[in-house]
């Protein structure tokens, strides 16, 4: 018998000029990138959080918290490997995985792509497991100082019971 298992996943960041701009693992031409301890991948941050809750793990925060020096800078797709072998040891594989990125920054289709290769690279499933979508905040950034960008994943997990 086969047991599934379904996460979600959430995370937001703002954009600051001289930041690179670096989300679900690609670097993107844009001016300004996300703020954060890490490389500040609000993408591969939700998705990590997705596959982790799906696995019954610790969530992300707990994992690679941003008060340690270890994760300053820390590139999130090599978290995201990490996490992967995490579920892995606890017999999950991922069915697949689907994204919702809402930004005023960047424009997310010119990125897709390489986006979805990069994070079924990191997870060792088809690309085509891993979908993702572009949305805008339709102004809503403007509510704030800052522009940002918001991500919520959803993942599937499965291994025999
Ligand atoms: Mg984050």
């Known amino acids: 018998m086969i047991q599934t298992r379904v996460g979600l996943g959430f995370d937001s960041h703002r954009l600051v000029e001289g930041r690179p701009c ?14 954060g301890h890490s490389d500040g991948d609000a993408v591969l941050h939700a998705v990590m ?3 982790l809750g799906a696995g019954g793990l610790d969530d992300l925060g707990t994992l690679f918290p941003d008060t340690d ?3 300053k800078d820390a590139d999130s ?3 995201l490997r990490d996490v992967c072998k995490r579920v892995t040891e606890a017999g999950w594989m991922v069915g697949n995985l689907d994204l919702v990125i809402a930004t005023d920054g960047p424009r997310i289709a010119p990125y897709r792509a390489a986006m979805r290769k990069n994070i079924a690279d990191c997870l060792h499933i088809e690309t085509d497991c891993v979908n993702v ?7 809503l950034g403007a509510q704030s100082d800052a522009a940002g960008v918001v991500v919520q994943a959803v993942v599937l ?3 025999r019971a």
């Open 133 to 139: 979508k572009g949305k805008t905040l339709e102004g």
């Open 22 to 35: 670096i989300l679900g693992g690609v670097l993107m031409d844009h001016p300004a990138g996300p703020l």
């Open 69 to 71: 020096e270890t994760w």
């Open 49 to 51: 959080d997705a596959v």
């Open 157 to 159: 997990l499965q291994r």
């Open 77 to 79: 797709s090599a978290l």
